[in-house]
Each structure stands twice: as C-alpha cells, then as structure tokens.
C-alpha cells in the first residue's frame, strides 16, 4: 500500500505564471483535502473532495485557485496568475471514510513565486 | 485562517524526559489527529482519537480526546532526541469534514 504522493515536490515560477499540482491519493481512499502551510504555521484547510465531489472551499481559496478530481482517483489544484503570497507548502491528505476520519498527508509541493 | 490554541508554542528538554502538550477550542470536534511533522516534509499521522474521553496510546506517545470535546492533549514519555520535531494537533469540527490544525509545538530534545 503506497503513501499519498504528490509531485512536483517543489516548483519555483515567476508571478503571474500559472501552475498546475497533482496528488495521488492512497488507492480506495475516497476523501481528499488540499491545505496550505506556511512558514511557523499549522496547515491550513483549503478545500475537500468525496469521490469527484467537491463539497467545501474554504475562503483561503480565491477564485485563483481551483481543484479537480476527475472519476474521483486523483486530484490537481491548480493556482492561476500568481502573486507573491501564494508561496506556501501545498499538502494533499487522503482518507477512507469508514470509522472517524483519519487523514494521511503526502510529502507536500513546496512553491516559490519569484 | 483558522487555527486552534496549542501549547506551549515551544520547549527545549533533556533527553529521558516526559513531555505534555495540548489544544483547546471554544468549538466542539468529533475528531482529534496528532501529527509530528518534519522541516520540508508533511505530517506524519502518530495517534487518533474518535471518542470524548477516548485515550489512546502508541509506544511512548499516549493522547486523550478531551470529555467536553473542545480539547486534546499529547504526552510523550522518556523522550528521545528523534522526538525533535513540531508537533500539530487537528480537530474535525462537528458537523463538517473540515479539520483545523493547532499552532504547533516545537520541540527540541538535549541530549
């Protein structure tokens, strides 16, 4: 059983250029959350996934940002025209919702925009 | 964003000694997670909890779900220097999937 992976694990890009994450959840895990932690910080919560379903967004994500998860395997998040402030460790965190609701994280994509 | 109350923020300690941290809300959660998280890596689940009054041990790591459901806390016992590290609690607020996480306890074993 492979551990939630995400590539790239690090992308630095110029502002205003667009750029693309994809994370791979734990096989039959259904529910995928995408947060942002920056430096000091706990993660934050930007949006959720059950199977293809985006069912919450968080503020956090401006109308910059959008996620997928197309047939419900894996996701992208993909962040448009981007600013300083979007520098951040991106962590993608996958569950099986059965008993509670246990989130395992992948290694994160850490992005700096230049 | 939104992040619960964690403390301490940070502590330096001998190695061999035990170790207590903990997270409070003025919200209710239907589930407490503890992570240990890395520079540059992401967080790496150590203990669940799912039920007030719920305690929970993992090796030298024992957690318990607070009984109003509004806190957690984490003990570490006979610390080692691998315990380096930062230490995030998350609820899952009643009511939604949403977690939120704590503000972290670094923590940094002398040995």
């Known amino acids: 059983d492979t551990g939630v992976s995400q590539n790239p694990r690090h992308k630095i890009t110029k502002r205003g250029q667009n750029v693309t994450f994809r994370c791979d959840p734990i096989s039959e895990h259904n529910r995928l959350y995408w947060y942002r932690q920056t430096l000091g910080q706990g993660p934050e919560f930007l949006t959720y996934?059950?199977?293809?379903?985006?069912?919450?967004k968080s503020r956090l994500l401006s109308d910059r940002f959008s996620a997928e998860r197309p047939k419900g395997s894996f996701s992208t998040l993909e962040i448009q025209r981007t600013e300083q402030g979007d520098s951040a460790m991106y962590l993608c965190?996958?569950?099986?919702?059965?008993?509670?609701?246990?989130?395992?994280f992948g290694p994160g994509t850490r992005l700096t925009v230049l | 964003g939104q992040q619960l109350n964690q403390s301490p923020q940070s502590m330096f300690i001998q190695e061999g000694e035990d170790v207590s941290m903990n997270c409070t809300s003025s919200s209710i959660f239907n589930t407490w997670l503890w992570y240990k998280q890395d520079p540059g890596e992401g967080p790496v689940l150590l203990i669940a909890?799912?039920?007030?009054?719920e305690l929970t041990s993992n090796g030298r790591l024992t957690a318990q779900f607070g009984i109003t459901r509004k806190d957690s806390f984490l003990n570490i016992s006979a610390s080692i220097p691998s315990d380096v590290g930062i230490y995030f609690c998350a609820g899952q607020l009643s009511g939604t999937y949403k977690y939120i996480f704590g503000t972290g306890t670094r923590l940094k074993v002398l040995a």
């Open positions: 909890l799912y039920k007030a009054g």
């Open positions: 965190a996958s569950s099986l919702a059965l008993v509670g609701d246990t989130q395992y």
């Open positions: 996934f059950q199977n293809e379903a985006q069912l919450e």
